[in-house]
């Protein structure tokens, strides 16, 4: 199970999935699970674990509403942390009670994924954090 991976918030997507795919091959020997150009989406795994996923940090900025701001602001994120739990509703009213805001609350995200629920939120010390079930 993924409980935690590093997904990498990015600007060209094509030149980072082009690097990553090479990169990977290259030093792990794996492929990517998926590519997806027009969702701004690529994933790969290692031994069904995954290792890294690119998402377009466009895409992200409008899920929590900063995409309002400059592309070059400091609140638009370079990365996420991603965690798989059972109740992604519980899980961010767990987080907001440890001082976490919530950017966008639990939502079932069936065009990201069949089954997909995710809620994001930024930690106390400003670190972007997206809750997942599926």
Same mark, same amino acid.
């Given at each position: 199970?993924?409980?935690?991976?590093?997904?990498?918030?990015?600007?060209?997507?094509?030149?980072?999935?082009?690097?990553?795919?090479?990169?990977?091959?290259?030093?792990?020997?794996?492929?990517?699970?998926?590519?997806?150009?027009?969702?701004?989406?690529?994933?790969?795994?290692?031994?069904?674990?995954? #290792?890294?996923?690119?998402?377009?940090?466009?895409?992200?900025?409008? /899920?929590? !509403?900063? +995409? %309002? =701001?400059?592309?070059?602001?400091?609140?638009?994120?370079?990365?996420?942390?991603?965690?798989? #739990?059972?109740?992604?509703?519980?899980?961010?009213?767990?987080?907001? /009670?440890? !001082?976490? +805001? %919530? =950017?966008?609350?639990?939502?079932?995200?069936?065009?990201?994924?069949?089954?997909?629920?995710?809620?994001?939120?930024?930690?106390?010390?400003?670190?972007?954090?997206?809750?997942?079930?599926?």
């Amino acid at each position: 199970m993924d409980a935690l991976y590093p997904r990498l918030l990015v600007d060209d997507f094509e030149s980072a999935a082009r690097f990553w795919t090479a990169a990977l091959r290259d030093l792990l020997s794996i492929d990517p699970v998926k590519v997806l150009p027009e969702a701004g989406y690529a994933n790969w795994d290692l031994n069904g674990e995954a #290792v890294l996923v690119l998402y377009t940090r466009r895409n992200i900025a409008m /899920t929590i !509403g900063t +995409d %309002v =701001l400059p592309a070059r602001a400091a609140a638009q994120d370079g990365a996420m942390l991603v965690f798989r #739990v059972a109740d992604v509703d519980a899980a961010a009213r767990l987080l907001a /009670t440890h !001082g976490a +805001d %919530v =950017l966008a609350e639990p939502q079932d995200r069936p065009d990201w994924g069949p089954g997909l629920r995710t809620a994001h939120l930024r930690t106390p010390d400003g670190t972007l954090v997206e809750l997942q079930s599926y």
